[in-house]
Nanobody, 122 residues
Framework: QVQLVESGGGLVQAGGSLGLSCAAS????????MGWFRQAPGKEREFVAA????????YYVDSVKGRFTISRDNAGNTVWLQMNSLKPEDTAVYYC???????????????WGQGTQVTVSP
């Protein structure tokens, strides 16, 4: 069983930056694909970004391209999401997810963190 713990959420003004991190409980996650999703009130969970097990491939939803960067430290079992030029519409609970293959839908990930709140004020 893989356990994921997110940290780094908070309140920021529009145009600001935040960095999220996701720490995994097992070293085996080093070969797992990792993803970030978000869910705003009253909306479905949305794909944000993903990174392959090797870290060689990254994927983003169009709305965050050029603003968000996903990266990973395989030795440290950690994945980060650097969020720049934040907008009020980025406000959501952000979730980290992991599984053996990379995907863009929530159904493709078996392991999930508890989520961390990101709030962007106008």
């Amino acid at each position: 069983q893989v356990q994921l713990v997110e940290s780094g959420g908070g309140l920021v003004q529009a145009g600001g930056s935040l960095g999220l991190s996701c720490a995994a409980s097992k070293r085996t996650v080093m070969r797992y694909a990792m993803g970030w999703f978000r869910q705003a009130p009253g909306k479905e969970r949305e794909f944000v970004a993903a990174i392959s097990g090797s870290g060689g491939s990254t994927y983003y939803v169009d709305s965050v391209k050029g603003r968000f960067t996903i990266s990973r430290d395989n030795a440290g079992n950690t994945v980060w999401l650097q969020m720049n030029s934040l907008k009020p519409e980025d406000t959501a609970v952000y979730y980290c997810a992991a599984d053996l293959t990379v995907g863009r839908t929530a159904e493709e990930y078996r392991y999930w963190g508890q989520g961390t709140q990101v709030t962007v004020s106008p």
